[in-house]
């Protein structure tokens, strides 16, 4: 039997990034793509519960089923694994996303939150992203690597509880790097504007702060220096280390 | 100089959890409050990208500033950090959430998401929830707990790189507990419904799955049992130890 793959991404179905997945997914097995209706970025595990969610086929062939959704990321593999697949899949991808999502993004991003919730239903996931937001981006140096990255996963399986944040860089790659998330953050995240009608209104923006630029350990070293970074994630964001440095608390009365 | 505590939270301003933290943050230093206009729950980490975001200062008076913002909680955050606060605050605390965040609810939780931007930005950082989704849900009993937590919290600050996740159990509470993090999913999670015009929609549902229930170690066994737990949380994801069992993906060329 052919292995089951799950697709999505966070911008959307009509985007080039997830053509390309698909592509690359049809050559490993049998694919389910259910993916936002439109873009979702920086959606991370957000679901919708306020209102109802919808979705429908939009192509159907052999060894390939195209759905649309109107929910999150999250949402589409819920739906996906709880309605639409009659098995669990052996896999889920997630992308290819247009933009990095290495360093802290791994928290904000639509396309790592479908990869948590396949890891959380214990399913191998790997969450595909290039250094290039461009909507007609190339892919083609990222797929050499993305490809059999895929196919190690499938033939391999993950760790329990572990799923891969995949990125590559622009330009030339001179190979892979098992890599940790960098440790920064964001600064300066919102213009303001004032409206025609006199309201200041704020949109995100702003630039990455890199706390350990000279770290090669680390998945924002591997892109700036042309290797495609892989960090292994997990889910469980318990700090063991840390349990028992605040064990005092447990005398709170 | 006093403490400075930014608050927020993801059930929104006008939710009784907000108003019971505020008042227990007023006893301990200097409270800015950032909060959703409305209700935010189950919104992870999301940033709102697509449209820009507001705020409006609701209230103002010595040692308390209230503003209400159209984002996420998340959002939030970013917003009293860049634009409102005039310097670092000392303490960011989420909640009080209606309602449990224990377990895998963790990665979706928008009280959470504003908490792990605190910590993200190195700032000791707490999420308070009780496992309580009713409106005028009774904070009493919890807040002794919570109360106590926060103050020393306050006077030791958190490990780098580590936060809070806090939740009270429903009733009389009998100490508390360091935890990790449940391993379990959700499951059986859409209803589906047709609508008059024929169109067939989902609600999100479903019930917890807890894969080790007898587990004395995690925080869904801590609540069963009448304890608050507090699971130290982590905003680094990288699994370290597979980065070593992974090493093989670095031959890929």
């Known amino acids: 039997m ?41 959606q991370s ?5 306020a209102v109802p969610v919808y979705y429908q086929l939009e192509r159907k062939e052999p060894g390939l089923e195209i759905y649309k959704c109107s929910g999150t990321p999250t ?32 928290i904000y991003s639509g396309t790592m939150g479908a990869v948590f919730e ?10 595909f992203s290039i250094c290039d937001h461009a909507k007609d981006a190339d892919f083609s140096k990222a ?10 996963v499938m033939m391999e399986g993950l760790p329990a509880g572990v799923c891969l944040n ?28 004032t409206s025609p009608h006199g309201q200041d209104y704020y949109w995100l923006t702003g630039y990455f702060l890199n706390q350990e630029p000279d770290n090669e350990l680390t998945d924002e070293w591997a892109l700036a220096n042309g290797y495609v970074s892989i960090v292994p994630t997990r889910v ?14 447990e005398e709170i009365r």
């Open 2 to 42: 052919k292995p089951l793959i799950l697709i999505t991404n966070d911008d959307g179905i009509q985007s080039k990034g997830i053509s390309e997945l698909i592509d690359m997914a049809c050559t490993l097995g049998n694919v389910v793509v259910m993916a936002p209706d439109g873009p979702r970025s920086a």
């Open 45 to 49: 595990n957000a679901l919708t519960m």
């Open 75 to 106: 949402d589409c593999v819920k739906l996906a694994l709880n309605n639409v697949l009659d098995r669990k899949p052996d896999l889920i991808f997630s992308g290819i996303n247009h933009g990095s999502n290495s360093g802290i993004n791994v």
């Open 118 to 127: 396949g890891c959380v239903n214990e399913i191998p996931s790997v969450g």
């Open 143 to 152: 797929k050499v690597y993305f490809e059999q990255i895929a196919r190690k």
């Open 166 to 193: 995949v990125n590559a860089p622009m330009g030339d790659i001179k190979g892979v790097r098992l890599s940790q998330q960098t440790k920064g953050y964001w600064t300066e995240e919102f213009e303001n504007r």
């Open 236 to 249: 469980d964001m318990t700090d063991y280390e840390a349990i028992k440095l605040l064990k005092g608390y």
